[in-house]
């Protein structure tokens, strides 16, 4: 099975701040990796998929990129509602793996 | 607005089953792969199995094949996960939820859940 491996686990910013949070495969998954924003309690909400495209409605302060096996989701200007559990998923193997998930604390 | 709402969600003894249903509205179901994907208390998300548009085709992750059994009815608009043989580690909560069409796999839409709990 594919291993995804985020990081960091958790972080803490302050609202303005530029966060970034990684996403490494075990082996290539091409770009068949997605990102995801949980808040407490609530389902899973998708940000980004095929790794830099912004899913409709989402907020443009979010993006994402890739390099090799190396995924990265940034939030350029951190705002309040942003805090919650970021999780990645890879879709180019099965089953569908994702990380642990990176919470984010503001 | 797509809708998802699970139920079937309960507390059940190991070895015991449970038979999950999601019930789907504001988009046609039938023309979607669908996915359970499950998360155990304060962990992160695991993905379960999914199936295509007309239920011919399952794909399970290892640590259920054998037990678990995704299907459909594409006339009630409804998803299922017939669960046996169930143990502690399948405890959580149980989301469906829609592959997006043109998302490479990605899950666009979510239910917010049912929860399972497995103790004696």
């Known amino acids: 099975d594919v291993q995804m491996t985020q990081s960091p686990s958790s972080l803490s910013a302050s609202v303005g701040d530029r966060v970034t949070v990684t996403c490494r495969a075990s082996q290539s998954v091409y770009n068949y990796l997605h990102w995801y924003q949980q808040k407490p309690g609530e389902a899973p909400k998708l940000l980004i998929y095929?790794?830099?495209n912004l899913q409709s409605g989402v907020p443009s302060r979010f993006s994402g990129s890739a390099s090799g096996t190396t995924f990265t989701l940034t939030i350029a200007g951190l705002q309040p509602e942003d805090g919650g559990l970021y999780h990645c998923?890879?879709?180019?193997?099965?089953?569908?793996?994702f990380g642990q998930g990176t919470k984010v604390e503001i | 607005e797509a809708q998802l709402v699970e139920s079937g969600g309960a507390l059940v003894q190991p070895g015991g089953s449970l038979r999950l249903s999601c019930v789907v509205s504001?988009?046609?179901?039938?023309?979607?792969?669908m996915t359970w994907v499950r998360q155990a208390p304060g962990k992160g998300l695991e993905w379960v199995a999914h199936i295509d548009r007309d239920g011919g085709r399952q794909t399970y992750v290892g640590s259920v094949k054998g037990r678990f059994t995704i299907s459909r009815d594409n006339a009630k608009n409804s998803l299922y996960l017939q669960m046996n043989g169930l143990t502690v580690d399948d405890a959580g909560i149980y989301f469906c939820?829609?592959?997006?069409?043109?998302?490479?796999?990605?899950?666009?839409?979510w239910g917010r859940g049912t929860p399972v709990s497995v103790s004696s």
């Open positions: 095929a790794a830099s």
């Open positions: 998923q890879q879709t180019l193997h099965f089953p569908h793996s």
């Open positions: 939820a829609r592959v997006g069409n043109g998302t490479y796999w990605g899950i666009d839409h």
């Open positions: 504001g988009f046609t179901f039938k023309s979607y792969w």
